[in-house]
């Protein structure tokens, strides 16, 4: 029995060291909420300021840059293919993407809105040649542009075909994952504010998660084997209230049935959170401003793992590291 007993505190050893943040930088004034990883040793990340920093050796050193013109800029989202090419968006107005093929010393703009409103929130790509990306409602309706040609141009959908917003309804530029992708070229997006709801295929659905004040709603989504679509499809939905970052009243729900209801946590994350992320099938990371919780059944109980606050946290593309990235210049991986 002692034996079984040193086993099985050995093996809960393991699990706990697997599961710390390892802070890797914050020596940057910058608040970084684009983050994207290419693979176990290719991450850029964005913020304002007009920055946006690089590693090509796993995180261990970084290179920086202030994209030229845009210093007082704020870059929120980031998408990036490999250690030369990335997509950058511009919050507020103009709206801006800009693009980079020399690795972050030059950027060309490949898009711009001077409509008074604007405000550019996420991007996502299906791969490296289809994008969306999204912004705060014009006119009553939800902005979506499009690209087919590795971000070279952008396509607005035409206004009729845009999804009506409510009163006081909008999307947060939280950490760039409050759109996702899907399969056979559909995505998903959520929204906060007055009111928070879970808009894909045309048929918003009111989500339970906090809301009625312009701080609170859905900040993040994440979906699990975006391939497969089906009614069963796997949604795990974060946010709260930022402006009372401690609360975990309704800040995480999930669904397994494609939306078609949502099922509130038996443990939720430990306060508001800007950003999740699956990291396998069942396992799930998620991030704010008071914290780190991990997840092991799909989002039904949360654990705190980190009181280190993150805007962001994203898996490698093509690798199995997760990094986190937030305020003062902080960047850490899940070790």
Partial sequence: MKYVLLYVGFLISLTSLAQKVEILTSEKKVSIRGLSVVNDQVIWV???????????????????????????????????????????????????????????????????????????????????????????????????????????????????????????????????????????DEACFVTGGLRSRFFWKGKPIELPILQGKESTGANSIAVRDKKKIKNSLHFVVVGG????????????????????????????????????????KDKLITCGTTGVDISTDGGKNWKLISKEGFHVCRKSKSGNSVFLAGANGRIARLN
């Fill in 46 to 184: 964005s913020g304002n300021n007009g920055q946006v920093g690089k590693s090509i050796d796993g995180g261990k050193t970084w290179k920086w840059v202030v994209v030229k013109g845009f210093e007082k800029r704020d870059f929120r989202d980031i998408e990036a293919f490999d250690a030369a090419t990335a997509i950058i968006i511009a919050i507020a107005e103009p709206a801006n993407i800009l693009k980079t093929m020399d690795g972050g010393e030059t950027w060309k703009i490949v898009y711009e809105n001077t409509t008074k409103g604007m405000f550019l929130d996420a991007m996502e790509f299906w791969d490296q040649f289809s994008g969306i990306v999204i912004g705060d409602p014009i006119n009553g309706k939800f902005f979506v542009a499009r690209t087919f040609d590795e971000g070279d141009t952008w396509k607005e959908i035409p206004e009729k075909n845009l999804p009506l917003a409510d009163s006081g309804e909008a999307c947060f530029a939280a950490s760039g994952t409050n759109v996702r992708v899907l399969d056979q």
């Fill in 241 to 280: 209230d930022f402006a009372q970052d401690t609360s975990a009243l309704n800040n995480c729900f999930y669904t397994t049935d494609g939306g078609k209801h949502w099922l509130a946590p038996h443990a939720p994350p430990h306060g508001y959170r800007s950003c999740v992320e699956y990291i396998t």
